[in-house]
């Protein structure tokens, strides 16, 4: 009898204690998952580290990650659209966070760029959802992650304090060259200009890459900043033709902030 209620118990409570799994498209959200949730939830990430988002397609391994899942942080990759309804079918349980119709909601018009994890004002609408979904589906805990996410808001604003500190110096450069657009939130939101050579998801044709060429020349530009996850071919040539240094500059980090004040730093601080 005794064996039985030992039984029981380890049963229940392992019951009990099972985790919320929250699966994410890109690292960055990831950041944010965690910060709410800590230890309460399992996060699994769909484009593992060192691969474009932009091109990926979910392996058969991954279905069982989302057969699993609960919930499901989309940014608006193409992969998201193309592989929802096979999501839904292998579980129709399945709490898709759709970020940009969440952005969207709030006046915010992000249908053609998924980075929205590149701007901290995008990033604390995106903690708001986050933290209102998982409290939905684990409601006795919400109190402990309304407090995690409160402070997190606290820890955005203080970064976003940061990093215009940093553009605000009198030294600091606010023109940059990248290889992908992936930087349009982070150059709008503290004044920036991005100059990107890639022209619609390919490589730059000789007439974009001329006026590229031009306002690197105009600007007095002499770094080029390359994600590591795209071929540097084109960034190579334009490098040797003018001159240029080339930074490595990777918008997919899974520390969030400490990246952001990076890419600041970086920006600010190029030759």
């Not at 800590?38 to 580290?49: A, C, I, T």
């Not at 709030?106 to 986050?130: C, N, R």
């Amino acid at each position: 009898m005794r064996y039985i209620f030992v039984l029981f118990v380890l049963l229940f409570g392992s019951i009990a204690q099972a985790k919320i799994t929250v699966m994410v498209s890109v690292l960055p959200q990831s950041y944010l998952v965690q910060k709410i949730a800590k230890d309460l939830v399992e996060v699994k990430v769909m484009v593992p580290n060192g691969k474009s988002p932009e091109i990926y397609e979910p392996l058969p391994l991954q279905m069982r990650d989302i057969k699993e899942a609960q919930i499901y942080v989309g940014v608006g990759m193409p992969f998201e659209k193309k592989w929802l309804h096979r999501f839904k079918s292998t579980n129709p349980k399945l709490y898709f966070l759709d970020m940009p119709s969440a952005l969207n909601k709030y006046g915010f018009k992000v249908a053609h760029d998924p980075h929205i994890w590149l701007s901290p004002t995008f990033m604390k609408i995106q903690a708001k959802e986050i933290f209102r979904a998982i409290a939905s589906i684990d409601f006795k805990n919400k109190n402990f992650y309304k407090q995690n996410y409160e402070e997190l808001l606290h820890e955005i604003d203080a970064l976003d304090s940061e990093i215009k500190a940093i553009f605000a110096k009198p030294n600091a450069k606010k023109v940059f060259v990248v290889y992908h657009p992936a930087w349009h939130y982070f150059a709008s939101e503290y004044g920036l200009e991005e100059i990107a050579i890639e022209f619609e998801g390919k490589e730059a044709k000789s007439a974009h890459l001329q006026e590229v060429i031009a306002l690197i020349k105009q600007k007095g530009i002499h770094t080029i900043f390359l994600q590591p996850q795209f071929a540097k071919k084109q960034v190579q040539a334009l490098s040797t033709e003018l001159g240029l240094q080339i930074v490595e500059l990777d918008s997919l980090q899974e520390n969030w902030a400490e990246a952001m004040l990076g890419y600041a730093k970086a920006i600010a601080t190029q030759k």
